[in-house]
T-cell receptor, first 113, second 111 residues
Framework: KQEVTQIPAALSVPEGENLVLNCSFT??????LQWFRQDPGKGLTSLLL?????REQTSGRLNASLDKSSGRSTLYIAASQPGDSATYLC????????????FGSGTQLTVLP | DGGITQSPKYLFRKEGQNVTLSCEQN?????MYWYRQDPGQGLRLIYY???????QKGDIAEGYSVSREKKESFPLTVTSAQKNPTAFYLC??????????FGPGTRLTVL
């Protein structure tokens, strides 16, 4: 059964820092990996989707990488801003007919002004 | 605007009462999903449906029921058999292996 882990559970950084969020998964047989952002009391907003054949995806100040063989993905945030404060979740789409996502428990990011 | 709507935003349930959470999407997505989120935890799958009139249990289906009579709609009923229903409920949809999109969520509280 696929398991997804995100470390650390919480992270505080000063504004302007570059930072990396980590996601690891136990079964490398995946279709894709998706990074989401969740603000308190809100739904999830999709940030980046990396297909299994891709190594990375970029959107603005965000860059996500995928290393299937080692079961790891990272989300890089450049020049962090207080508005980036949120919980970031990664989710893996594993092989199988269910086509369901398996989620990590998230990293709560606080960017201090 | 294309998207997923959930209603109500907040819902209160008395002991022994069944309640229904609404989820509607106008993205023309085939698959729809219901997740439960507890504080400090990731999302857990309750039910999913890949086509109309078909749905499958997820990891924590006990005490919940769903229907999928229309492509756009996937309501979730929380029955009295669910002993600990207080949580944040999220509906999602997607097509194929594309991105999964989420609604704004419903917060259910048991009185």
């Amino acid at each position: 059964k696929q398991e997804v882990t995100q470390i650390p559970a919480a992270l505080s950084v000063p504004e302007g820092e570059n930072l990396v969020l980590n996601c690891s998964f136990t079964d490398s047989a995946i279709y894709n990996l998706q990074w989401f952002r969740q603000d308190p009391g809100k739904g999830l907003t999709s940030l980046l989707l990396i297909q299994s054949s891709q190594r990375e995806q970029t959107s603005g100040r965000l860059n996500a990488s995928l290393d299937k063989s080692s079961g790891r993905s990272t989300l890089y945030i450049a020049a962090s801003q207080p508005g980036d404060s949120a919980t970031y979740l990664c989710a893996v789409d594993s092989s199988g007919s269910a086509r369901q996502l398996t989620f990590g428990s998230g990293t709560q990011l606080t960017v201090l002004p | 605007d294309g998207g997923i709507t959930q209603s109500p935003k907040y819902l209160f349930r008395k002991e022994g009462q069944n309640v229904t959470l609404s989820c509607e999407q106008n993205l023309n997505h085939d698959a729809m999903y219901w997740y439960r989120q507890d504080p400090g935890q990731g999302l857990r799958l309750i039910y999913y449906s890949q086509i109309v009139n078909d749905f499958q249990k997820g990891d924590i289906a006990e005490g919940y029921s769903v229907s999928r009579e229309k492509k756009e709609s996937f309501p979730l009923t929380v029955t009295s058999a669910q002993k600990n229903p207080t949580a944040f409920y999220l509906c999602a949809s997607r097509t194929g292996i594309d991105e999964q999109f989420f609604g704004p969520g419903t917060r259910l509280t048991v009185l």
